[in-house]
């Protein structure tokens, strides 16, 4: 990588599916001093040389039969060629500061283009450190990496281990969406550690439940659970399935503030309200209303403001200065705007309320319906459209979309002309 021109700041894309070569090309580009940019595989390709280009990627590190249909004129690194890895195996000199791009990750952006975060070392470093000190781990402990690379969770996943000693259980590709598979390889590695979006915490304890498998996670100490909100039901049903002998933490986010930027120990107590909690080291939350914070119990809009912050939004310095706003409160800081509604809960813990914009989380995965709508509009039969999200029986979120048309239109083909530029979750 530093032979082909890797410095501090550079994009290399990198686009496999879970595997040990995956996290080998992660720590292989932050060695060489450069940032990672994530591209799923099963991306249409649309979408992926938008990723490359939009970022100003110039390396690809892939698998030849994975880049066959993309078009891409840069530098093309097969990680699973043999030969790239009988080079010299000494450490390279570092040369990074904490200021530097350590990843960037793409969202559903409203325009119908993704938009990437881009996140930098000092970041990241806070993120994990604290990690560590809350939550340790050591080298006697096992994390499950089931997260798509492509979501921001997933960083913790792959680098936390490394720090301490411990060690990375690689779910097999597509194990994440199947309980069966999560729970014989927390059984067979001993996983002490892992992650859960509340959606699938909810399959996952019911497949413990009808199996009756507790038996083979005793080793599971700490489950993590971030990308929706978690309700008090999920918490009741989590301690009645594994007792107090395992640790649940709701953790909260967005992409542009580094993963996480607050935490809740959740302990069987009965309250139906689960918080967000309290923001993590380094960290400053903000519920405002007209740029004034609002008294306790009073809703407003969440603000983040600390060391966790993005750097901005790749090559979209309109969008990065809407979003990243001059702190009132610290002269020469940003502010990150959430978009979420909060209120402040008299023991100093934040709740969690809502959207204020056309943004949804399903299933973990953050999706702006204005791009699922311009993608529709797109159709040559359709005149106006409506996206929104709902929710069936189980309370489990779906996007539903209205469409005015002179013509019958097939459900099939209307999917199948989102997939040409549209990741599956979001359609």
């Known amino acids: 990588l530093r032979g082909n021109g890797v410095k501090t700041d550079s994009i290399v894309g990198i686009m496999v599916e879970r595997s040990l070569e995956m996290i080998v090309g992660i720590i292989g580009i932050l060695k060489a001093g450069g940032a990672y940019l994530p591209i799923d595989p099963n991306y249409p390709k649309e979408r992926i040389e938008y990723m490359l280009k ?31 890895f009988k080079n010299n195996i000494t450490n390279l000199p570092r ?16 325009t119908g283009k993704p938009k990437g975060a881009m996140i930098e070392h000092r970041s990241l470093v806070n993120r994990l450190n604290w990690m560590q000190n809350k939550y340790p781990i050591s080298e006697k402990d096992t994390i499950l990496q089931k997260t798509t690379y492509t979501f921001d969770v997933s960083v913790w996943e792959i680098l936390w281990w490394a720090l301490v000693g411990a060690k990375v259980c690689m779910l097999s590709p597509n194990g994440e969406k199947d309980p069966r598979k999560i729970i014989e390889t927390i059984d067979k590695y001993k996983v002490t550690t892992m992650h859960f979006v509340p959606s699938m915490l909810n399959v ?22 971030s990308g929706e909100a978690l309700n008090f039901k999920q918490v009741e049903k989590f301690y009645k399935e594994f007792g107090n002998g395992k640790k649940l933490i709701n953790l909260y986010g967005p992409t542009e503030a580094t993963i ?20 993590i080291d380094n960290t400053k939350l903000y519920i ?15 603000y983040i403001a600390g060391d966790g912050l993005a750097r901005g939004y790749v090559n979209r310095p309109e969008l990065t200065a809407e979003k990243f706003v001059d702190s009132p409160f610290e ?43 311009n993608r529709l509009l797109q159709h040559e039969n359709i005149k106006e459209v409506a996206v929104l999200a709902k929710e069936n029986k189980d309370s489990e979120k779906y996007i539903c979309a209205y469409v005015v048309s002179e013509k019958n239109l097939e459900e099939l083909d209307l999917k199948s002309h989102l997939k040409e530029t549209l990741p599956e979750y979001m359609v």
């Not at 996480?260 to 923001?279: A, E, L, M, Q």
């Open 288 to 302: 405002l209303k007209n740029n004034e914070p609002v008294p306790v119990g009073v809703s407003g809009e969440l």
């Open 331 to 373: 002269p020469g800081t940003k502010m990150y705007k959430t978009g979420d509604l909060a209120r402040w809960l008299p023991d100093g813990n934040v709740e969690f309320l809502g959207r204020i914009d056309n943004q949804v989380k399903i299933r973990g995965f953050r999706i702006e319906l204005g791009e699922i709508e």
């Open 95 to 110: 040369i990074n500061n904490s200021k530097d791009l350590a990843y960037i990750i793409y969202t559903s952006g409203t």
């Open 54 to 84: 939009d970022s100003g990627s110039n390396i690809l590190l892939s698998k030849s039969d994975l880049i066959e249909n993309i078009e891409f004129y840069g530098e093309f690194i097969d990680l699973y060629n043999e030969e790239i």
């Open 204 to 225: 996952f304890m019911y497949c413990v439940e009808e199996n009756r498998n507790n038996m083979g996670l005793s080793t599971l100490r700490q489950v993590f659970s």
């Open 260 to 279: 996480d930027v607050s935490y809740f120990d959740c302990i069987n107590h009965g309250k139906r309200v689960i918080p967000i909690g309290k923001p």
